[in-house]
Nanobody
Framework: QVQLVESGGGLVQPGGSLRLSCAAS????????MRWYRQAPGLGRELVAH????????NYADSVKGRFTISRDNAKNMVYLQMNSLKPEDTAMYYC???????????WGQGTQVTVSS
């Protein structure tokens, strides 16, 4: 049973930084693509960042390019999202997702809230 637990969200002022973490367990973490999504109130879930199994390739939504960085530590079964220069429009619930290698079925964490406000 894939388990993902996000942490690191909170309230931050515009221009500030946060680092989200996602702890993975009960599956072969190094075999799974990992992603961060977010969902703001009243909107659909948006793909924010993607990282391949080795961490050698990453992709980002245009809205976060140059500000957010996704990384992973396969030895610790962790994936991270470093968020810099945060804007009010980054306010959302952030979810970690693990994609099953063959079917690409996503497994979700419970989410961590990020609020950017002065």
């Amino acid at each position: 049973q894939v388990q993902l637990v996000e942490s690191g969200g909170g309230l931050v002022q515009p221009g500030g930084s946060l680092r989200l973490s996602c702890a993975a367990s009960s599956f072969t973490f190094s075999s799974y693509l990992m992603r961060w999504y977010r969902q703001a109130p009243g909107l659909g879930r948006e793909l924010v960042a993607h990282i391949t199994q080795s961490g050698g390739s990453t992709n980002y939504a245009d809205s976060v390019k140059g500000r957010f960085t996704i990384s992973r530590d396969n030895a610790k079964n962790m994936v991270y999202l470093q968020m810099n220069s945060l804007k009010p429009e980054d306010t959302a619930m952030y979810y970690c997702a693990a994609l099953e290698p063959t079917t690409r079925r996503p497994y979700w964490g419970q989410g961590t809230q990020v609020t950017v406000s002065s």
